[in-house]
């Protein structure tokens, strides 16, 4: 039963626009947050912690270039001045450029008197902006920053320091790798949290659609005999001879009532005179058709609408239904019991309202009844 229940839930979530519709919704924000943190979120860290190195870099060689008299001062006495600063500031190896490209310092002194030619000498650098590039290998990760030296907002060199990021690097690896975990966390919470409250809303709304249906059904139907009652068999039977008269159909009505059914209450008990009445409500469920209507007029009187049916048919079906009765025994704590009914049925002439239709078959019904009743009469 329970596993009825919550299949049904979820077949109302998928059977529901506005849940599926929430749900696509939810389901595209997730996505784009992951998304928006993997693609903008983590390459912007990214950036600002090279963008941080770049600038202690740039400040150590404007720095070094303010300081260090590149013309003037031996190679052992440069690489000895710089030699503390490249210790702190992680430097691996910087080159010193002059306005043509051509290194007239390096810690690689086999590097000295090589020129570069790379566009972005031309391009970036002789226009006083910074240069860098990443360089990574199977067991480091380097910076490579070109700072441009300037003089009186003149090109006059630059430098080239290799800043060993691999640390840097792997910490934000470490850091990205968390903060998508937190996504894919979050993500995984908040779903739980909404496939709950989707679950929960769905079960309420299947509940009220559940209590709507009884309510109508309380409204439709006979709470004794579970047929439909008379108020919904007139606003039934109404729409249902409109169809006729435009199809130009026969349809018929049979009014019902239980004989002596005075006798069987005050006999037997009211009871048993519930009983009685049931029995005949599931007995006529059971020998008409499914095209037909079954209804309980008001107390032991019950009315059926024949559509589409001759009454040569009508009373095929009435006989049947009368016969059926009157040979049937109840037995009810031990009481040995048999009742018969009486029938009126009545063609629909294509001009009649719903109520003269009825009164038509009642009169029927008080004719079988003076003439002995338990049979039908037209």
């Known amino acids: 039963m329970k596993e009825l229940e919550f299949f049904n839930i979820i077949k109302n979530i998928f059977s529901t626009k506005i849940y599926l519709l929430i749900s696509f919704l939810f389901l595209s924000l997730m996505l784009f947050i992951s998304f928006f943190v993997k693609s903008t979120i983590i390459p912007s860290f990214k950036e600002q912690v090279i963008s941080n190195i770049i600038d202690n870099t740039t400040r150590l060689a404007f720095r070094i270039s303010k300081n260090m008299d590149f013309e003037n001062l031996s190679k052992d006495d440069l690489s000895k001045n710089l030699a503390l600063d490249l210790s702190i500031f992680k430097i691996s190896k910087i080159h010193y450029f002059d306005k043509y490209g051509k290194i007239i310092y390096s810690t690689k002194k086999e590097k000295i008197d090589n020129q570069k030619i790379d566009w972005y000498f031309s391009d970036v650098l002789t226009k006083g902006k910074i240069y860098y590039e990443i360089e990574k290998n199977d067991k ?24 060993d990021i691999t640390n840097e690097m792997n910490s934000f690896e470490e850091l990205s790798t968390k903060i998508m975990s ?23 709304n299947l509940k009220l659609k559940n209590n709507e249906g009884r309510l109508k059904e309380l409204a439709n139907t006979d709470s004794l005999t579970k047929l439909y009652n008379r108020r919904y068999f007139y606003k039934i039977a109404t729409k249902i001879l409109k169809l006729s008269q435009r199809a130009k159909q026969d ?30 409500a599931k007995r006529l469920n059971t020998l008409t058709r499914q095209s037909d209507i079954v209804a309980r007029y008001g107390g032991e009187e019950f009315v059926l609408l024949f559509p589409n049916t001759s009454i ?24 040995n019991l048999s009742y018969t009914i009486s029938l009126g049925l009545s063609l629909y002439n294509g001009e009649d309202s719903i109520d003269d239709f009825i009164i038509k078959a009642d009169e029927s019904l008080y004719k079988a009844k003076h003439a002995g009743k338990n049979q039908v009469i037209f």
Not at 183 to 204: D, P, Q, R, W
């Open 140 to 163: 480091n990760t380097l910076l490579e920053v070109y700072v441009p030296i300037l003089k009186g907002g003149d090109y006059q060199g630059a430098f080239e320091l290799y800043y």
């Open 182 to 204: 937190l996504v894919l966390f979050s993500g995984t919470f908040f779903s739980m949290i909404f496939l709950i409250v989707m679950y929960n809303a769905s079960k309420s």
């Open 251 to 280: 349809i018929c009505i049979c009014m019902i009532d239980i004989d002596n059914f005075k006798n069987i209450n005050d006999t037997y008990g009211h009871h048993l005179g519930d009983y009685v009445i049931k029995n005949l």
């Open 312 to 335: 040569e048919g009508a009373q095929i079906i009435a006989k049947k239904i009368c016969k059926e009765i009157s040979e049937q025994k109840l037995i009810n704590k031990k009481i």
